[in-house]
């Protein structure tokens, strides 16, 4: 597996106890990623429960697709928290393109938690069919 695709996971024990955010350590979640890839190009559809567009960025640098984002998850006025794993998660994910993928071209939505990243093939790597003719 590539290593770009293990940037942070979570250790199985990490609980954090406490009410006070300055209690709970910051932990950094590589978010749940699906890949399919088809004669046009790949669509990436990572899962960002909690991210508003404005906690969310995604940038392209030395062939290296980055994901980084952060939750916000509200308390309720009027209620005590009294346990807390992650209060304010941060998900990062970095994925290496290949030369065959048009990065200048890359569209992303958010909806509902999901990000969709769509990466088109650039033209001259799209297959494409060769019509012979009869001689």
């Known amino acids: 597996m590539d290593q770009t695709t293990q940037l942070a996971h979570r250790e ?3 609980v ?3 009410t006070d955010d300055k209690k709970v350590p910051s932990v950094t979640l590589a978010p ?6 088809d004669a046009s190009g790949v669509t990436l559809w990572a899962d960002l429960p909690g991210v508003s567009r404005d906690n969310l960025q ?16 509200p ?17 990062a994910r970095a994925f290496s393109l290949g030369p065959d993928l048009d990065a ?19 033209e001259e790597a799209r297959p494409r069919r060769i019509e012979v003719s009869a001689g």
């Open 12 to 14: 199985e024990n990490a």
């Open 104 to 122: 200048t071209q890359i569209g992303a939505q958010l909806q509902d938690g999901v990000l969709k990243l769509s990466i088109p093939r650039r």
């Open 75 to 91: 308390t309720p006025s009027g209620l005590r928290v009294q346990h807390v794993e992650v209060r304010h998660p941060h998900f």
């Open 58 to 73: 995604v940038s392209f640098n030395d062939g290296t697709l980055h994901i980084d984002a952060e939750a916000a998850v």
């Open 16 to 18: 954090a106890h406490g």
């Open 32 to 37: 749940a990623v699906d890949i399919v890839e």
